[in-house]
């Protein structure tokens, strides 16, 4: 059984451009989370998609969106990047919103931005 | 707002010592708690999750345990191996909300010395 496999692994981006992230879950999943991870703050939760509805938002400005598709994949996407946005993006899919399997993460994408 | 702190930050033992890491939140009304592993750059691979309603689970060298009560969650490793080296993160799934929320420690990084 595949894993959650994000695409690309590794960006860089010129400050003031913008990014879309892609996650595609674990067959059957139907949550997906996406997680952004600092040296400084650590693993921060940045929004959750459940049947292509967004259930929770992190404390992300509004530069940071996702959506996610019938077959529940998600993008996530940072339009005017900023230095600060340079992270490692994670994303984690699990069997429903709230479920006893837990969540599986992917290998991330790191974004550095220049 | 739910808050998690592991302790210790850093931890370097020599191989075949028995070792704790621990978790401390501060909201018992949590789902679920999860310990993870991640290697330096790549994704977190969950090593044991627990149920609110459970006290322990244990996966071969691995035993954690969750006393919600006190807010506080142990992860113990046994007959440490080189390859034990790595961070380990806890997560508690938000409990209060219908999400997948989770929310993270800081980590502990461990070292495990030949």
């Known amino acids: 059984k595949a894993g959650v496999t994000q695409t690309p692994r590794y960006l860089i981006k010129t400050r003031g451009q913008q990014v879309t992230l892609s996650c595609s879950p674990i067959?059957?999943?139907?949550?997906v989370s996406w997680y952004q991870q600092t040296p400084g703050q650590g693993l921060q939760f940045l929004f959750e998609?459940?049947?292509?509805?967004?259930?929770n938002k992190g404390n992300f400005p509004g530069r940071f969106s996702g959506r996610q598709f019938s077959n529940s994949r998600s993008e996530m996407n940072v339009s005017t990047l900023e230095l600060g946005d340079s992270a490692l993006y994670l994303c984690?899919?699990?069997?429903?919103?709230?479920?006893?399997?837990?969540?599986?993460f992917g290998q991330g994408t790191r974004l550095t931005v220049v | 707002k739910q808050e998690v702190t592991q302790i210790p930050a850093a931890l370097s033992v020599p191989e075949g010592e028995n070792l704790v890491l621990n978790c401390s939140f501060t909201?018992?009304?949590?789902?679920?708690l999860q310990w993870f592993r991640q290697d330096p750059g790549k994704g977190l691979t969950s090593l044991l999750l627990?149920?609110?309603?459970?006290r322990e689970q244990t996966s071969g060298r691995l035993n954690a345990s969750l006393d919600k009560s006190s807010g506080r969650s142990t992860l113990y490793i046994a007959a440490s191996q080189p390859g034990d080296s790595a961070t380990y993160l806890c997560?508690?799934?938000?409990?209060?909300?219908?999400?997948?929320?989770?929310?993270f420690g800081q980590g502990t990084t461990l070292q495990v010395k030949p």
């Open positions: 909201d018992s009304a949590i789902y679920n």
């Open positions: 984690a899919s699990s069997l429903a919103a709230t479920t006893p399997g837990g969540a599986f």
């Open positions: 067959s059957g999943h139907r949550s």
């Open positions: 997560a508690v799934s938000d409990g209060s909300s219908n999400t997948g929320k989770l929310i």
């Open positions: 627990i149920q609110s309603s459970q």
């Open positions: 998609y459940f049947s292509e509805t967004q259930r």
